[in-house]
């Protein structure tokens, strides 16, 4: 498989502290699905941070799509964020539109037109099982429908990468179990899948998941297959 | 589910604005209405103050006056009909007038009284001509005339009429271009506005910017959706200040109107001040419209 991101000895610092993330040197491939653990603060949002160009690293080297992140021009970056697909722990839903625009936004930040972007909007709706709150502002939403309507918006554009921050963080079991198997089955139509959760019961739940650990920082298990330790 | 997605269906897809309904720049719409009816009243007075500059040095850099302050009226005529004779053969002098003496009881009556006779006092008779001569020349042909006049009557001096309203023309050009400059400054401070407004809706709407930001939106996609309402904002706010400040115009125009001074009637707009000033508006909503695409762009930059 070809490697889409590749880590070299990277740190990440804000401001004048000590580094949050330390010598992060791994490689993630092309249609694979990852999962990231590690305890509370260990790092795991301030690397996918780095994964979904929020931030550049402090030093070391990222290469992603092939592309030198470190030196990439600002201007190219929207162009690279378009192929990555994000859920956001906090779910970041733009209050004043409703679930169905959410949804919408990267298709519209693309220039798919109105007329076109109605039925993949739809489907996508009907796949997080939100079909009836389509026209759902954020505020009335729950949590997990909001977290639902964060993951419709994260893959409608169909990313070459899916990077998501506690993706079930919000839903009951049977919704996370749902999730999943629709990452899976984004994953098999050949997205790489990088899920950062803290719930160790997902692990189990992808065939030929591959799993990393991150602890104060550091890379303490690199990418391996979930059930090898 | 069925009936829901139904009911998603039945419903036409109107896309929501990315950016909330609603004003985005809070009062700025007033300010530049403001701003815009002062630039307004303040160019249409530089015009015109300058077109009434101009006219006064039109009327005064070639008209001069002869003045005989005769106190014998018999010789005080006869000097009046020898020294209407001595410009009349004398080369670059044409509209000749002997200024009536009605018209000098006229210009008295509001001192000596309505019932004057010029006969009476000794009035100093005027005749008014123009000096046909290039202006570098206009110094030398004027002294030499007074001489020529003197050598009719000793009492007689040429008065050019540049003498005493040059300056006064002088000054009121002077005015003229100082309301250009007080429109400059007007100019400046619509930008100001702009930059303060484009930084507070920024500042605002800093979630929604990082959201589609992170989503790929490019900086030029970010900075058109403010903009394009940015502009409305300032659009409206000019309409309302050009709409006011045409009103006051028309309206000090025709209080100038029902003034008899001439020299209050000089300072009216010219023509194509109808022409300039509705220029104002749109110059203003440029202003409006680069000031905020620098400044977004500018704030834009500082984030990954």
């Known amino acids: 498989m070809a490697t889409i991101v590749q880590f070299e000895n990277v740190g990440l610092r804000y401001g004048p502290g000590p580094e949050t993330l330390s010598d992060l040197s791994f490689s993630l491939h092309e249609g694979a699905f990852y999962f990231l653990t590690g305890a509370s603060g260990a790092g795991k949002t301030s690397l996918l941070k780095l994964l979904y160009l929020a931030q550049r690293p402090s030093r070391g080297a990222i290469r992603l799509f092939d592309a030198d992140i470190v030196t990439l021009p600002r201007a190219r970056l929207p162009g690279f964020r378009r192929r990555i697909g994000v859920v956001f722990q906090d779910f970041r839903l733009v209050p004043h539109l409703s679930a169905f625009d959410n949804i919408a936004l990267p298709l519209r930040i693309a220039g798919v037109s109105d007329a076109q972007l109605r039925a993949p909007v739809e489907e996508m709706l009907h796949w997080v099982g939100l079909t009836g709150r389509a026209h759902a502002y954020p505020a009335t939403l729950s949590g997990g429908e909001q977290q639902r309507v964060a993951i419709a918006r994260a893959v409608i554009g169909r990313p070459e990468l899916l990077v998501a921050d506690e993706p079930t963080g919000n839903v009951d079991q049977e919704m996370a179990t749902r999730l999943i198997t629709l990452f899976e089955a984004l994953n098999k139509l050949g997205t790489t899948i990088v899920v950062a959760t803290h719930d160790y019961d997902l692990l189990g739940k992808v065939a030929d998941a591959r799993m990393m650990r991150l602890e104060r920082g550091r890379l303490t298990e690199p990418p391996h297959p979930a059930g090898a330790h | 589910m069925a009936g829901n997605a139904k009911d998603t269906a039945a419903k036409p897809y109107a896309p929501g604005s990315l950016l909330p309904q609603g004003r985005l720049t809070g009062p700025m719409p007033w300010v530049i209405a403001i701003m815009m009816f002062l630039t307004v009243l303040a160019t249409a007075a530089g015009l015109a103050l300058n077109h009434g500059a101009r006219s006064l040095s039109a009327n005064v850099s070639d008209r001069v006056t002869i003045q005989i302050a005769e106190a014998d009226g018999a ?104 309301s250009f400059g007080v429109v400059a400054l007007m100019v400046a401070a619509t930008g100001a506005v702009v930059v303060l407004a484009a930084r507070g809706a920024h500042a605002t709407h800093r979630g929604t910017i990082d959201i589609i930001h992170m989503l790929g939106a490019t900086d030029t996609q970010i900075v058109r959706l403010f903009q394009q309402r940015m502009m409305l904002d300032a659009l409206f706010g ?7 400040a045409v009103a006051v115009i028309l309206l000090v125009g025709r209080s100038v109107a029902a003034v008899t001074s001439d020299l209050v009637q000089s300072a009216t707009l010219p023509g194509f001040a109808w022409v300039v000033l509705p220029l104002l508006p749109l110059a203003g909503v440029g202003v409006a419209w680069l000031s905020a695409r620098v400044t977004l762009n500018r704030a834009l930059e500082r984030s990954l």
Do not use: C, M
Not at chain 2, 238 to 244: E, L, R, Y
């Open chain 2, 75 to 178: 010789v005080r005529s006869r000097a009046v009909s020898r020294i209407v004779a001595l410009l009349g053969e004398t080369e670059g002098i044409a509209n000749i007038a002997i200024v009536p003496e009605a018209e000098l009881s006229r210009q008295l009556a509001p001192w000596l009284g309505s019932d004057l006779k010029i006969g009476d006092i000794p009035v100093p008779a005027l005749i008014d001509a123009d000096l046909v001569a290039p202006a570098g020349e206009r110094e030398a042909r004027i002294a030499a005339l007074d001489k020529a006049v003197k050598a009719v009557s000793a009492q007689a001096r040429v008065e050019p009429h540049a003498s005493y309203l040059g300056p006064l023309a002088r000054l009121v050009g002077a005015v003229g271009w100082l």
């Open chain 2, 238 to 244: 000019a309409a309302v200040g050009f709409a006011w």
